[in-house]
């Protein structure tokens, strides 16, 4: 029973993470109708700014988080404003190839500068951890599962209520009429993509928190961003939690009773059966 | 005579190599409702998009004193010549109220947003009673006001409507065409209506045009107009 629980728990807590990781490219789906292979780049990249600020900056990796996503942010405008809005609204499969094409680079680029080494991000408080109704939380895992929850709902928020959010929703649902009433779309999607990439670094700093960091976690994680973004859907920002809860479960049960290496087995799987089960869900949105 | 607020004069414009707009000519005054008809497919849409800076255009058009045709969509909107399309192009999965704060979008001033929104239910209101509807479940008529409402609350000095009566039924069609002549006459907004159908166009109207094939081929009164035997002929089938 008490093993169950932690299960439960460990589960929960890495998926508010993969709640993080999704929300981007969730976001950049439905407004840009882009699927953003490069997702998984900016996680890692965020994971490594963040692992720098600490390492070299001695900034306590949650307060380096904000830096992080800063500079993923502007990464992310610029890749927009400068490669992407050339082929924005083109066919789904040429936004795949650019998009796998700069994944190619910054994958490659990050094992020039960082290394193949594996790397953590270890403050000192790394250890410590509090009982839970018999289950063991560390006090790390927690933290990262509130922020990545906060974030969520704040992005949720500030496309609910702020200007320029509403822009974002209103571009997404129909361009014509929002270039009509004022809104540069070159801009917006530049925004978009940039917030998108802010997310997922911001995500991979926690990532680098709970796990180790190399420049090739990328790829797998974008995958398991593609597969919660379809369970949660791309109408509303929130659905990424029921999408991510959802897969930290499966793969914390999965490495219990069927055993660890068969978490991927057990994600890819669930996507393939959404996939099956919803095909009209996904074409509606990208054909 | 009051100041002419839009001059067009030799404008053309069309889509890639083919040319839908011909040297087309007329103008509307500070204060007027001026209605510019043309049956299917004789560039009204076209032409809309043209003035509003959406599509590649040649000659001369005059906005409030400016030459804005080699503007970009945004500045023309910003100068205040605000169009609601053809079809409405209601953000649907939207609220109404997040619809109404698109037409704003460009007011950065939130206190000035809150005047410009309590004008518009003013004028419609109904669309306070259900401003967090979303626009979607809205019938035709009320989702033609949602669309004139969004126009509104950008300030426009000239308010250009695209096909309102499209899909109507006529009472509906007659509610809208009064709150246009309420829009001009409390608010001193300019009106351009751009329609297919003859009576209703006519009806608020100051002036008319008749377009046909991208080419201006009548204007005058709109009661004249609408007595004019061509106009009759091709337009009413009488
Ligand atoms: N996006 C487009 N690309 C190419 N041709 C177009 C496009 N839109 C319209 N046309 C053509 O331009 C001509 C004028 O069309 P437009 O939509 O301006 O007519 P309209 O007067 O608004 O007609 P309606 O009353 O049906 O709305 C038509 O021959 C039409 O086929
Ligand atoms: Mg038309």
């Known amino acids: 029973m008490d093993l169950i629980w932690q299960i439960f728990l460990n589960g929960i807590f890495l998926g508010g993470l993969y709640a993080l990781m999704a929300l981007g490219l969730a976001l950049v789906w439905g407004v840009l109708n882009i699927v953003n292979l490069a997702h998984g780049a900016f996680i890692m990249l965020g994971a490594y700014a963040c692992y720098y600020l600490y390492t070299g900056g001695h900034i306590d990796p949650f307060l380096a988080l904000p830096l992080a996503m800063l500079i993923i942010f502007a990464l992310g405008y610029l890749i927009q404003r400068f490669v992407l809005n050339l082929i924005v609204r083109s066919a789904m499969f040429t936004t795949l190839l650019i998009t796998f094409g700069i994944d190619v680079v910054l994958t490659y680029m990050a094992q020039i500068i960082f290394t193949a080494d594996f790397k953590t991000i270890n403050p000192p408080y790394a250890g410590s951890n509090f009982q839970l109704f018999g289950a063991t939380v560390p006090y790390v895992q927690m933290f990262t599962f509130v922020v990545a929850l906060a974030v969520t709902v704040g992005l949720s928020v500030f496309l609910r209520r702020a200007r320029l959010g509403r822009a974002i929703r209103a571009t997404a649902q129909n361009l014509t009429a929002a270039r009509l009433y004022g809104v540069n779309p070159r801009t917006l999607y530049a925004i978009t993509f940039a917030l998108g990439a802010a997310l997922a670094g911001g995500a991979g700093g926690l990532y680098g928190m709970v796990s180790q960091i190399n420049p090739y976690i990328g790829a797998p994680l974008t995958a398991k961003s593609f597969a919660i973004a379809i369970i949660g859907g791309l109408d509303n920002p929130l659905g990424v939690i029921v999408g991510g809860l959802f897969l930290g479960l499966v793969e914390s049960f999965t490495a219990l009773y069927i055993g660890p290496t068969y978490t991927s087995v057990a994600s890819f799987g669930i996507l393939v059966l959404v996939l099956i089960i919803r095909p009209t869900g996904i074409l509606g949105r990208t054909a | ?238």
């Open chain 2, 1 to 238: 005579m009051s100041e002419v607020l839009l001059g067009v004069d030799k404008l053309g414009a069309g889509y890639g190599d083919m040319a839908v707009l011909l040297d087309m000519s007329f103008e509307v005054r500070q204060g007027e409702i001026v209605s510019l008809v043309g049956s299917n497919g004789a560039g009204k849409t076209t032409l809309m998009r043209a003035l509003s800076g959406l599509l590649p255009r040649k000659g001369s058009i005059r906005f409030a004193g400016s030459e804005i045709s080699g503007m970009a969509a945004e500045r023309i909107f910003s100068l205040g010549l605000v169009q609601v399309p053809e079809g409405r192009q209601l953000f649907g999965q939207m609220s109404v109220l997040d619809n109404l704060l698109m037409g704003a979008y460009l007011c950065r001033d939130k206190k000035e947003e809150k005047r410009r929104l309590e004008r518009v239910f003013e004028l419609f209101p109904i669309l306070q009673e259900r401003r967090s509807q979303r626009a979607g479940v809205f019938s035709g008529g009320e989702q033609q006001m949602i669309a004139i409402a969004r126009a509104l609350m950008a300030e426009p000095r000239l308010l250009m409507v695209d096909e309102m009566s499209l899909g109507l039924a006529p009472v509906i069609v007659d509610k809208l065409l009064d709150a246009l002549v309420a829009i001009r006459d409390e608010r001193g907004v300019t009106v351009l209506l751009v329609e297919q159908d003859v009576f209703s166009a006519f009806s608020i109207a100051d002036r008319g045009y008749v377009l046909e094939l991208g080419k201006i081929v009548r204007e005058g009164n709109a009661e004249e107009l609408v007595e004019d035997p061509e106009v009759r002929r091709a337009y009413l089938g009488i």
